[in-house]
């Protein structure tokens, strides 16, 4: 294995699911709803593949039905005007976007600040473009995990080349405020920075609202927005991803992105298309849905002793096990498909300073309600 490769092995994801199908565990560690997305968009992928529409390559920044589809989309919701020619890339998922933006704008030993506990695959994707990970840690604050500002500013040097975002943050479910944003792009347009944002749970916010960071001033040129259809219509395994932002930054992402997969696959992109014209009362729906999710298992996880963080957004709610006596999430989570018959995530995977990240616990929603009360049943027995 390439030495920039060296201790990434196998994700937590794929352990952790394959710990839950071992001991037929309820799943709340990989986050993927066990309830698939809309019915007339899967009718739209059949329609597709009978059709003959995407069975040989599309267009390598995708088909222009989609790439229409995403400009619209980010007008409507978030008021930002791209070009779907110029200013859109389809993308093998949000995973492939992320790392293709590092491999086009990092050069070896650069550095790039990512918030901590950061997605797992940030650091694989910063390791192979042989950046330096800078990583500023969100901490607990009430109910909250929260950036300080302070740290932020103080982690850029000469060497940093990008802040790697994520908001709605996975694994917290911080959603990071207007002011917040406004500091960050600040920061950037000062100490002259791109800004890579990871903004695939964009849709699933329950308190406050999402703020795209390219709407902020000065942004619009430094900013590679990424986001995914996977989330916002769960389909987690059609892998349909975009990046929007200027045509240089799109196009050097592009350049990537060419050598990883060429393409992405063809029908899932027109059946994307009709997803994302689908009517508002979806996107709203689905945050609904979500939110009494959301409510129900963070009830029961408090009334079973954890400490709970509020997740303002995403799927996932993050705990702390130390009232219930445990100091290490790795271990907690190993043996809980054996005491519970539930599977979660340690959050220490998501930090350099593993010791910062050992107490906590993360544990997905996007199931049916009946599959989360169970498994709060099972945590308080
Ligand atoms: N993003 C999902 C999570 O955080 C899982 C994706 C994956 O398995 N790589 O759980």
Same mark, same amino acid.
């Given at each position: 294995?390439n030495?920039?490769?060296d201790g990434?092995g196998?994700t937590?994801f794929a ?6 199908a ?5 799943n709340l560690?990989?986050?993927?709803p ?19 529409r995407?069975?040989q390559?599309p267009?390598?920044?995708g ?6 589809a995403i ?5 409507a919701?978030?008021?930002?005007t ?5 200013? $859109?890339l ?5 995973t ?6 590092l ?5 070896p030993g650069?550095?790039v600040i990512?918030?901590e506990p950061?997605y797992d695959?940030?650091?694989a994707g910063?390791a192979m ?6 990583p500023v ?7 909250r ?5 302070d740290?932020l500013?103080?982690a ?12 709605p943050?996975n694994?917290?479910g911080? $959603? ?12 950037a347009?000062?100490?002259d920075?791109?800004? $890579?944002?990871?903004?695939v749970y964009?849709?699933?916010v329950?308190?406050g609202e999402?703020?795209p960071?390219?709407?902020?001033p000065?942004?619009r040129e ?6 995914s259809?996977g989330?916002?219509?769960s389909?987690?395994g059609?892998?349909?991803?975009w ?9 050097a992402?592009r350049t990537?992105?060419?050598?990883l997969?060429y393409?992405?696959?063809g029908?899932?992109?027109y ?19 979500l939110?009494?999710?959301r409510?129900?298992?963070s009830?029961g996880?408090a009334?079973?002793?954890f ?5 303002a957004?995403?799927y996932f709610v993050?705990?702390?096990?130390t009232?219930?006596?445990?100091t ?7 043996e809980l ?11 220490a995977?998501f930090y350099?300073?593993?010791a ?12 049916k309600?009946? $599959? ?5 049943s099972?945590?308080k027995?």
């Open positions: 294995l030495r920039r490769l990434f196998t937590i352990e952790m699911s394959a710990l839950a071992a001991t037929g565990s309820i560690g990989q986050g993927f066990d309830t698939d997305g809309p019915e007339e968009v899967r009718e739209a992928a059949v329609r597709a593949l009978r059709d003959g995407g069975n390559y267009p390598g920044p088909v222009p039905e989609l790439r229409q400009a619209a989309h980010q007008a919701f978030h008021g930002l791209v070009d779907p020619d110029r200013e $859109v389809v993308t093998a998922g949000a492939e976007a992320i790392a293709a933006a491999l086009a704008l990092v050069e650069d550095e990512a918030l950061y695959s940030y650091a910063i473009a042989g950046g330096t990970r800078v840690t969100l901490r607990p604050d009430g109910d995990f929260v950036l300080d500002l740290e500013r103080a850029v040097t000469g060497r940093t080349r990008l802040i790697l975002l994520n908001t943050h694994p917290t911080t $959603v990071l405020s207007r002011a917040e944003l406004a500091a960050i792009a600040e920061l347009v000062e100490r920075l791109l800004v $890579v944002t990871d903004e964009e849709h699933l329950f308190d999402h703020l960071l390219a709407a902020f000065g942004m430094r900013t590679v927005t990424i986001s259809a989330k916002t219509f389909f987690t059609w892998k349909v991803g990046v929007t932002g200027t045509p240089e930054l799109v196009d992402v990537a992105k060419q050598f997969t393409v992405s696959a029908p899932f992109q059946a994307v298309a009709e997803a994302l014209r689908l009517p508002a009362a979806y996107f709203t729906g689905l945050a609904d849905d939110r009494a999710k409510d129900l298992l009830a996880l009334e079973a002793g400490r709970v963080f509020r997740p957004g995403t993050t705990t702390d096990i009232p219930l006596g445990g290490d999430g790795f271990a907690f989570c190993r498909p054996g005491r519970a018959g539930v599977v979660a995530v340690p959050n995977v350099d300073d593993r910062a990240g050992a107490p906590y616990v993360r544990w997905a929603f996007c199931k309600l009946d $599959v989360l009360a169970e498994a709060v099972r945590l027995n």
